[in-house]
């Protein structure tokens, strides 16, 4: 019996230590996650700009958290369906207050070629808090956007 109770005292010493590194953990992978969510999404609509030769927009609403892929105006179709998403609690859009449109939303225009237009978003940073941060920027051969992890200000 007494074996069984240091045993069971060892356990919650070391759980003990170990849950806040372990909550780092996973609350980094949530940012992770949706950072690459967020470029798979650029390169859907990039794909999707190519396949359907039509003008994809990409649109983001930091202020909601919310950001999602339509085809541009006048170009609808029957058999897609809707693609929008939400940040996982916790989490911020940033992007450049100059790149905010009369509804407070970025976009991120892909032509039929694939290409970017010269309108749209540099950059989109995902913050969790004042440390984490992850930017998706703007490649540059202007043809896609990439994950770049860093310190707010770099």
Same mark, same amino acid.
């Given at each position: 019996?007494?074996?069984?109770?240091?045993?069971?005292?060892m356990?919650?010493?070391?759980?003990?230590?170990?849950?806040?590194?372990?909550?780092?953990?996973?609350?980094?992978?949530?940012?992770?996650?949706?950072?690459?969510?967020?470029?798979?999404?650029?390169?859907?609509?990039?794909? %999707?700009?190519?396949?359907?030769?039509?003008?994809m =927009?990409?649109? !983001? &609403?930091? @202020?909601?958290?919310? /950001? +999602? #892929?339509?085809?541009?105006?006048?170009?609808?179709?029957?058999?897609?369906?809707?693609?929008?998403?939400?940040?996982?609690?916790?989490l911020?859009?940033?992007?450049?207050?100059?790149?905010?449109?009369?509804q407070?939303?970025?976009?991120?225009?892909?032509?039929?070629?694939?290409?970017?237009?010269?309108?749209?978003? %540099?950059?989109?940073?995902?913050?969790?808090?004042? =440390?984490?941060? !992850? &930017?998706? @920027?703007?490649?540059? /051969? +202007? #043809?896609?956007?990439l994950?770049?992890?860093?310190?707010?200000?770099?």
């Amino acid at each position: 019996m007494i074996e069984l109770i240091v045993v069971m005292t060892m356990l919650a010493t070391i759980v003990a230590v170990a849950a806040p590194t372990l909550s780092r953990f996973f609350k980094g992978r949530v940012l992770e996650n949706e950072a690459r969510r967020m470029l798979a999404l650029t390169r859907y609509a990039r794909s %999707e700009a190519i396949s359907r030769s039509v003008l994809m =927009e990409l649109w !983001i &609403e930091p @202020a909601s958290g919310t /950001y +999602g #892929l339509d085809p541009q105006a006048g170009y609808e179709f029957d058999d897609r369906k809707p693609v929008e998403f939400i940040l996982a609690d916790g989490l911020l859009f940033e992007v450049d207050d100059e790149s905010l449109d009369a509804q407070g939303e970025a976009k991120i225009l892909f032509w039929p070629d694939g290409s970017i237009d010269g309108e749209s978003v %540099e950059y989109v940073r995902i913050l969790e808090d004042e =440390e984490s941060v !992850i &930017e998706i @920027a703007q490649a540059d /051969y +202007g #043809l896609g956007y990439l994950i770049q992890s860093g310190e707010l200000g770099s």
